[in-house]
């Protein structure tokens, strides 16, 4: 087999690849082989027809298809580790011809990566402060989760929790599509509708009935409705008083499960509160740390690694547009006027962003000599392992098996603590 490398810009090469006609031939047999095993041609067993017997009862494109899925993988692969080359994307192929077999293979290899100056990076450190207003604000919280509620018979005010059916039209008078709700509850001040509306319910009483208009806000999520005026009409169905409970002895035994006095439930609350900031400022000092190391990063990076990164982004918005908003990606292309280039353009900076630091990171890794032992990692799987109920715990072991993706997780996120650790 003839293998040409042709060098091209940002770390991509260009493979030539010439398999032999008698190679072809072989590969052609393996093909007639699995095809022919799911065939009953009488007088053969199946996997053991002739090619020449084969190719009258198959479609000879069919065959020639079949025995390229079994060439081309197998040739690339024999090329790339005759060549020795150190690929990060899969080929694109461009087949130039099919009698004798030859064909281009374009793929990215590891680039040249230099991080220098890293040791310099400097943070800010801030130290977590917890204020009295930041336990009240907790405490205030945990009443208005233990808030009780009653019917009452008077206009709603601000605070109430009451229940409503409403309907949205266009200034012409025909029903907007999701603009309206049978026994909605919410609560009254709690603005979890669209500014405006739910001021329109207070001074209303059960089963009266109001027809008000609301502009949508100009930011809105759904783009049809931004800055339009909407006329609604509404039917009040049901009003509840809420009462907040006190913080007696019995209420803060209900809360912790235990006795203790206010003094020790917010000690409690302002330790949890600084023990989530001190938590929260580390990952501010460490994200700081990895957009630094960015700046401290030059490589050329593949076109072809670009456009995969790209691919992923994409897919990741599709799924977050499925089943945050319900909307599919030609839904919200449609709605923004988008094209899927123009998707994709506005995504490759943080593709770039991406990938950076993905091989920064690693030439840290290298440079620094970290790296996580497998005693190390088996010990941090077993621990995490333990954590889960012991009839679950088979399943999990096996999800964390060699080469899974949950163990590579573990083996990097254990290499960027030592890499936190040791310069932050």
């Known amino acids: 087999m003839k293998v040409t490398v042709q060098q091209l810009p940002k770390s991509e090469v260009k493979l030539t ?19 022919s095993s799911n065939f009953k041609i009488p007088g053969f067993r199946p996997g053991h027809v002739p090619l020449d017997v084969l190719k009258q009862h198959v479609n000879e494109e069919g065959l020639e298809a079949h025995m390229l899925d079994i060439a081309l993988p197998e040739t690339y692969t024999e090329a790339v580790m005759k060549e020795k080359l150190q690929v990060v994307s899969r080929p694109k192929v461009d087949i130039k011809s099919k009698n004798p077999l030859i064909y281009e293979a374009t793929v990215a290899i590891y680039p040249k990566v230099e991080v220098t100056g890293y040791d310099k990076i400097s943070i800010s450190k801030e130290e977590p402060k917890v204020e009295e207003k930041d336990i009240d604000e907790v405490l205030n919280g945990i009443v208005k989760r233990h808030n009780t509620y009653k019917v009452v018979d008077r206009a709603a005010q601000k605070g109430d929790r009451v229940e409503i059916d409403f309907a ?13 709700s049978k026994n909605h509850p919410l609560v009254i001040g709690e603005n979890s509708l669209i500014p405006g509306f739910e001021d329109e319910i207070i001074g209303m009483k ?34 509840e008083e809420g009462t907040l409970p006190q913080w007696t002895p019995e209420f803060i035994k209900e809360v912790t499960g235990e006795e203790k006095t206010m003094d ?7 330790e949890n509160l600084a023990q989530d900031r001190k938590e929260a400022e580390k990952v501010r000092r460490e994200n700081v740390f990895l957009d630094k190391l960015i700046d401290h990063t030059k490589l050329e990076i593949p076109e072809i690694l670009i456009e995969e990164e790209i691919d992923m982004m994409i897919q990741e918005f599709k799924s977050e547009l499925e089943t945050q908003v ?25 593709a770039e962003k991406r990938l950076s630091l993905r091989f920064g990171l690693q030439k840290l890794f290298e440079l620094e000599k970290i790296e996580a032992t497998k005693e190390e990692v088996d010990k941090e799987m077993e621990h995490i392992i333990n954590l889960y109920p012991a009839n679950e715990q088979y399943k999990v072991r096996k999800e964390y098996k060699e080469g899974s993706y949950l163990l590579r997780r573990l083996e990097n ?9 040791k310069f932050l």
Request: net charge positive; no cysteine.
């Open 413 to 421: 996120k254990m290499k960027m603590d030592k890499l936190f650790g």
């Open 206 to 239: 059960k089963d009266d009935k109001k027809e008000f208009k609301i502009t949508f806000p100009k930011e809105y999520h759904h783009k049809p409705f931004q800055n339009k005026k909407v006329n609604f009409k509404i039917t009040l169905n049901m009003i």
């Open 326 to 350: 319900g909307v599919t990606l030609e839904q919200y292309l449609e709605q923004n006027k988008k094209e899927l280039k123009d998707l994709r353009e506005q995504r490759r900076k943080e």
């Open 264 to 270: 020790e439930v917010k000690t409690v609350i302002r």
């Open 17 to 35: 690849i010439e398999v032999p006609q008698e190679r072809l031939e072989k590969f052609m047999e393996k093909a007639a082989q699995q095809i």
């Open 168 to 180: 949205g039209f266009d200034e012409g008078g025909a029903p907007l599509e999701n603009t309206h």
